[in-house]
């Protein structure tokens, strides 16, 4: 159903005295005054319910916004109305009648003369602060400066749809959800949506970024921000920030602002979507109405050139504008001197994964997951200097086996080894740990297991293995993922280890329903990567998230 105008709003409330607090609240910044100004008491204004008083004050914030407009527009109206009825026998076609008229039609509405409204109204207008007029804008100082054109361009309304691709460190999420704000406060009948693939990992990520971005910019005091539901309020205006997962359509579909439309729209971590078909099918369901939107979608390029959203950027699109960046036009003091020199070492050792990270650029062609994979040969005596060795079990039964791994990392290489291995089925936990004795694993080496079986990790304890449950987050799978991938180098023994080989020289990208690489892990085949993912779980944890 299309929403209500303002007008239509006012009017569709219960009571007069509703209406008259709207218009008196419209005309000051306490709400005691307007409260004695509308004629009633505290105690009736506190007795309607808190979400009646919070609508309330929303539509007097939208009305003072407008107040200008608002006030000839009612008029206009009203005028439009009165023109029909007849006054002493005759139509009002006299300006002066219809005047009057309208005045009559509004006086019926609002309970109070229309012409001496638009006088308080335009007067209040005057006398409030200015800043509550003017046009909210971005400090130099938040944005770095290989966005200034874009942020341009977006004022401008240039542009629908904005892509902000870029690698770590780039400052494009923190300026989509700076621009945002802007757009919501300069347009009091906007919402905002922000969707990523999965919905649990809204909180940590794009909730926390504009939460980060409304505290930057000084305005704490003006949003409210809650956790259940996952919303966002902008105070004066009642405008909403909603936060939704890709996951979940049908929650898309379901949000109904109580005025006005979602005309923003902000897709994060956008290559995490199956396709430009499930992103189509969520702008069409969120983006229903009103004359213009902005659609911004950010995210760093996948490796593959062939991945989904490389090959969508090949093709040109009108209302299309799309920014590259990165962190080397960043200020050193907002990444900090510890960020520049892990990535100019990373850029030493290993190039292409340099690129990729920091600079945002695909540097691989197919779907492989894993291009830096080695297949030798480890010689026992390599094995006997290794310093740090790491566990790492992966629960099954069958058809799914149970995989144990173990690995050596040499972090001054940034490289991996991983030279044994056990696979085995349809094994009791009692079967299993006999079988990881047998391998040479004794108590004193900590074993990292899938957490998700915290009764086979008891069991194991319980038969005098030390083994532990890996940390697990909503995104760790993408994290460990990532972390292997960067590495200079894969080591694996394929004559000691022949399912890890296979598995980590065959993994691939999923493939969506066009045929297109997208950037997420399949959950088959991946037994062994999964066990090296638990035993390196300590390294790629400490290292961080990006």
């Not at 607090?21 to 509308?38: E, L, P």
């Not at 809204?202 to 910019?217: E, F, G, K, P, T």
């Not at 197919?366 to 094995?383: K, P, Q």
């Not at 449950?469 to 972390?483: D, L, Q």
């Amino acid at each position: 159903m299309k929403p209500k105008n303002l007008r239509a709003e006012i009017e569709s409330l219960d009571s007069d005295l509703k209406i008259q607090y709207v218009f008196s609240r419209c005309k000051t910044t306490s709400n005691g005054k307007a409260i004695n100004d509308a004629g009633f008491s505290t105690a009736t204004f506190y007795g309607w319910p808190q979400e009646e008083r919070d609508y309330l004050n929303s539509l007097a914030m939208r009305l003072k916004t407008e107040t200008g407009l608002r006030a000839t527009l009612l008029l206009q109206e009203a005028a439009e109305s009165a023109a029909k009825v007849k006054i002493d026998g005759l139509k009002s076609r006299n300006e002066r009648i219809k005047q009057a008229s309208a005045t009559e039609v509004l006086d019926r509405i609002i309970g109070k003369p229309f012409q001496s409204l638009i006088t308080q109204v335009n007067m209040a207008a005057d006398e409030e602060d200015s800043q509550e007029m003017t046009l909210f804008n971005l400090p130099a100082n938040a944005i770095a400066s290989s966005f200034f054109d874009v942020y341009r361009d977006i004022q401008a309304a240039a542009h629908t749809e904005y892509v902000f691709k870029g690698g770590r460190g780039s400052t494009k999420s923190s300026f989509a959800s700076e621009v945002l704000i802007e757009l919501l406060i300069n347009n009091p009948e906007w919402h905002a949506l922000v969707a990523r693939k999965v919905g649990n990992t809204l909180r940590d990520s794009v909730y926390s970024q504009i939460v980060w971005a409304i505290d930057y910019l000084g305005l704490t005091e003006k949003f409210k921000c809650i956790t259940s539901p996952l919303e966002i309020t902008y105070i004066p205006t009642g405008q909403k920030i909603y936060f939704r997962g890709g996951d979940d359509p049908l929650k898309i579909k379901s949000i109904k602002p109580r005025f006005g439309y979602i005309n923003i729209l902000w897709f994060e971590e956008l290559d995490q979507f199956k396709g430009g078909s499930e992103v189509r099918s969520i702008v069409q369901s969120a983006l229903r109405g009103g004359d213009k939107a902005y659609v911004f979608m950010s995210f760093n390029p996948p490796r593959s050139k062939t991945n989904w959203v490389n090959k969508m950027l090949e093709i040109p699109k009108p209302n299309r504008y799309v920014h590259e960046s990165d962190y080397r036009t960043v200020p050193v003091d907002w990444l900090g001197q510890a960020f520049i020199d892990e990535a100019e070492y990373l850029k030493e050792i290993n190039p292409a994964a340099y690129e990729h990270e920091y600079l945002g650029l695909p540097t691989t062609a197919g779907g492989l997951v894993f291009e830096n994979v080695e297949i030798r040969a480890i010689t026992d005596e390599e094995i006997g200097q290794f310093d740090r060795i790491h566990d790492g079990l992966d629960f099954g039964y069958y058809p799914d086996p149970a995989q144990w791994v173990r690995c050596h990392y040499d972090a001054a290489r940034m490289t991996l080894y991983i030279f044994d291995e056990y696979r085995g089925w349809k094994h009791s936990n009692s079967e299993l740990y006999e079988a990881l004795v047998e391998m040479g694993v004794g108590p004193e080496d900590t074993v990292i297991a899938d957490s998700a079986e915290p009764k086979s990790i008891a069991d194991l304890r319980a038969y005098g293995l030390s083994c532990i449950g890996a940390e697990k987050g909503p995104e760790s799978v993408r994290y460990s993922m990532k972390w292997l991938q960067s590495l200079v180098k894969i080591v694996i023994d394929n004559k000691r280890c022949p399912y890890a080989a296979e598995e980590f020289l065959n993994y691939e990208h999923e493939l969506n329903k066009d045929g297109e690489y997208i950037s997420a892990f399949p959950d088959a085949d991946n037994h062994a990567i999964d066990a090296v993912r638990y035993a390196t779980n300590r390294i790629w944890k400490r290292r961080g998230k990006k």
